[in-house]
């Protein structure tokens, strides 16, 4: 079985960052402007083109630490078991090891993953997607990444990246596995982000235990040395809609819309409303309509990701005048985060009702 490091870390960082994707490796060709393919199924990125051309980078410097857990990994200071004096790189000076830090996993598989993060890259300029659009059609053409409608999903440009200084991913081989990471105090500390990350000293560890137990990315790479440039720790990704529409934060396959409108988010809605939705697409204009009794739901599915100038229209049905509503998204697929949407309809009659948009 195929261990799916990058989709288990991502999974883990999006109950944070919902939009986010892990580097799980330490891939050092992702970058934003970096244009490539995500597999889904693996969270793998593959690099097409090293920059899209015409972008522009901002760059955010920022200090902070970078902590997630699975359920059931904890990390605590022991004494540190190791004999003699070592070159400690964060100072230059041979010293004797006076901390060390112990990861302990109850399951197979989970992970931990703690940096000192250094900042965030992003493309400045957005726009130049759109405008580049054809180069970046024919780069997916040679890669079976398109088709006559245009940009397949998956294929894109990374738009961010928050970068590390220092830090470590590790990940169980198997239940109940340890690993230990040895040093100078302040070399551990510094490599963690623990009390603070500005100051004298550099990130560094000098000695590890149990590595068989566990898969480990760190950085710096190798005992004994010191982090020197920051490494990539996750990014955002921008794909198309198989269209020219730009999906500006893709967290994985949509294929199709879907809208669910729903009227039991509150017990007291008693209105009964008439839905009806309309929207563009290449193929001309669609419009669908149902019914929704108060305590109930109604959802349109099946709807394409070249929808456009979409309009849903509430009528809540009254005693004399009905009261309508409406809202509108000119394109869902760039709007809808994983290309759904709830609205809520609440009211109590003879209340005003009332239709609120959930974002996913």
Known sequence: MTI????????????????????????TSIKPGAVGIIDTDSGDFKLVADCLPG???????????????????????????????????????????DAALEWTFDKENSITSEFAIAGEHAISNLTVL????????????K?????????SEGFGVVTSV??????????????????????????????????????????????????????????????????????????????FAGSR????????????????????ASSFTTYTTKLTLSYQTPAGPVEDSRTVVGGSSASFGEIPLTATEMVLTAEFINIGSNTRKSMRWNTPASEWLGGTRTVNLTGTWPGAPNMTEVES
Not at 4 to 21: A, E, F, G, H, K
Not at 208 to 224: C, D, I, Q, R, W
Not at 245 to 264: A, E, R, Y
């Open 162 to 239: 928050i970068y590390a200084s220092s830090g470590l991913n590790a990940a169980a081989k198997k239940s109940k596995a340890s690993f230990t990471v040895s040093g100078s105090a302040s070399g551990l500390n510094r490599l963690l982000g623990e009390g603070g990350i500005s100051g004298k000293g550099k990130a560094s560890y000098v000695f590890t235990s149990n590595s068989s137990e566990v898969e480990t990315h760190t950085l710096p790479a190798k005992s004994g040395e010191v982090a020197t440039e920051p490494l990539p720790v996750a990014y955002t990704f921008a794909s």
């Open 130 to 141: 759109d405008d580049q659009y054809d180069w970046l059609l024919a780069q997916a053409r």
């Open 4 to 27: 799916r490091r990058n989709r288990i870390y991502t999974d883990l960082l999006r109950s944070t960052y919902r939009t986010i994707w892990g580097n799980w490796g330490l891939n």
């Open 245 to 264: 529409v730009l999906i500006p934060s893709w967290v994985g396959k949509i294929g199709v819309l879907n809208l669910l409108v729903d009227s039991k």
């Open 55 to 97: 972008v522009e980078i901002s760059k955010n410097q920022q200090s902070r630490k970078w902590d997630f857990k699975s359920t059931g990994v904890t990390c605590r200071s022991i004494n540190a078991n190791v004999g003699g004096v070592i070159f400690d790189p964060s100072t230059g000076a041979e010293v004797k090891p």
């Open 143 to 151: 890669l079976n990444m398109a088709t006559a409608s245009g940009i």
